[in-house]
């Protein structure tokens, strides 16, 4: 059973043209207007502290996979390392800035997976010892997010991970 969080009523104008699309929207997702404006507000206040430091390029799926297939592993493999290093510790300190401290498992499963659409996460995010992602990227985007969430979790702990790869999935064991 979810913990109830208190709520408060605000009300707010919105262009007809918007409340059309969120009617749709509800439909589509399956979920109340309060339910989808709730979720979407909760996640750009979320990802708010990044805005000013880093742009947010989406591409599709078959962009993506293309962009993969094309690249070479060891090089894929150092950007990544290189990315999480320069990254991850920009992020941290954002967040801080913002009175909001961020913990790796909160930027894996929150900022990684449900807002970046990186992979999705299968299971309990809540696992002490192990979380699993799944994506549809194949191998060499496994081979990326392993050296990337190997070294943006070494700039914080002097733990190490335990990172099992495969086409479909990472499994990444805390020791």
Request: hydrophobic letters at 40%; glycine letters at 4%.
């Amino acid at each position: 059973m979810q913990a109830l969080t208190k709520t408060r009523t605000k009300t707010y104008r919105l262009s007809l043209i918007t409340i059309d699309q969120l009617n749709i929207a509800c439909k589509r997702s399956n979920m109340t207007e309060n339910e989808l404006v709730n979720e979407t507000l909760t996640g750009r206040l979320f990802i708010d502290p990044l805005i000013p430091t880093f742009r947010w390029i989406s591409l599709d799926s078959e962009t993506m996979s293309r962009l993969l297939a094309a690249a070479n592993v060891d090089v894929l493999e150092t950007a990544a390392s290189e990315l999480a290093q320069r990254n991850f510790p920009i992020i941290r300190q954002l967040y801080r800035a913002s009175e909001r401290p961020l913990e790796f498992r909160e930027f894996c499963t929150i900022l990684l997976a449900q807002l970046g659409g990186w992979f999705h996460v299968e299971g309990h995010a809540n696992n002490v010892n192990k979380l699993i992602f799944y994506h549809q990227y194949g191998l060499k985007w496994s081979r990326f997010l392993k050296p990337y969430l190997t070294t943006a979790y070494s700039t914080i702990s002097k733990g190490k991970l335990d990172i099992e790869i495969d086409e479909r999935f990472i499994q990444v064991n805390f020791q």
